[in-house]
């Protein structure tokens, strides 16, 4: 194959991993139709098709899926170090991809990159908020933001915010009209905010501990949320009991709006970590972002 053709196998990759000509284009910056012209070739010039094409999705065929399967791994680890290639220089720079829930986002990362962007703005900083566990190698992400203990084994896990706790809360008339629990049993008897969270498949389940008894409830209630803003905001109306992260709660608490319950049985636990692939090459601004991240006591 010609040497010049480099730029169809990484035009094929993007829309293989994109799943879409339009997002694919914008990624590698160039037109849509220009972009299905170049696969239009490749597809001519090998004699077999590479993408399954309909007027709502594009898939790998079976030739095109062990074409990426071979491809791929090869033209990443150029790219990874061709981006390496930045410590060279005297200023940090580069795209940093991260994954991250929206809690992180908002309490520990956009706080820490407002400097970071100032300071170096050579470097870029690319967000996605996601509620689920996203595979940071497959999708092609730097990193990651997860607790510190749900981070995988072979994963390197930089600390980047204290312990956290969680805070089971209810507004003032709620709980006038009924007796605060006393025990995480007595919430069988409340009306509870449910949370449905991607990474649990279901309900959350409430975790408590105390004197090193650890205890899970399935609470019930009338309402059901996939977001903890909307929780709060339920347990300020009085719907019920919420069971939040304790800053996500702290000024309302302090405030009167909302009143605590069972908080000794909510002990603080590894709170959240940046982490990433121990066998990748990163770059001087990755290095940067770390340094910019890290919890220091």
């Known amino acids: 194959m010609a040497r010049q053709n480099i730029n169809d196998l990484l035009a094929f990759r993007a829309v293989a991993r994109e799943r879409s000509f339009t997002r ?26 590479l993408l399954s094409r309909t007027t709502r999705s594009v898939v790998p065929t079976e030739a095109g899926d062990r074409l990426l399967g071979v491809i791929g791994p090869h033209l990443d680890e150029i790219e990874a170090e061709l981006d390496a290639l930045s410590e060279l220089r ?12 929206a809690h992180a986002a908002h ?9 970071l962007l100032a300071t170096y703005p050579d470097i870029k900083v690319e967000l996605s908020v996601d509620a689920g566990f996203v595979d940071i190698v497959a999708a092609r992400f730097d990193a990651g933001v997860r607790l510190g203990e ?48 991607p990474t649990h498949g279901g309900l959350y389940a409430w975790e408590f501990e105390k004197d090193g008894r650890a205890l899970n409830v399935r609470v019930e209630g009338q309402l059901t949320v996939n977001d903890t803003a909307i929780a709060l905001q339920a347990a300020l109306d009085g719907l019920g009991l919420a069971y939040l992260p304790e800053d996500h709660v702290r000024a309302d608490v302090e405030a009167g709006r909302l ?19 121990s066998r990748r090459q990163h770059s001087l601004a990755f290095a940067v972002l770390i340094e910019a991240l890290r919890y220091r006591d």
């Open 24 to 49: 694919a284009a914008a990624r590698m910056g160039v037109s849509t139709s220009a972009l299905s012209h170049t696969m239009r070739g490749l597809e001519e010039r090998l004699g077999i098709r």
């Open 90 to 101: 005297d200023k940090p720079a580069g795209t940093i991809r991260i994954t991250t829930g």
């Open 107 to 115: 309490t520990i990362l956009e706080p820490a990159i407002v400097g």
């Open 150 to 197: 749900t981070v995988a084994q072979d994963m390197v896990a930089v600390r980047i915010s204290p312990d956290m706790r969680m805070a089971a809360v209810g507004s003032p008339a709620y709980l006038a009209a009924c007796e605060p629990p006393r025990t995480p049993h007595d919430l069988a008897r409340h009306n509870c905010i449910n949370l449905r969270f």
């Open 259 to 277: 009143t605590r319950v069972l908080s000794d049985w909510c002990p603080p636990f590894p709170g959240y970590h940046l982490y990433y692939p």
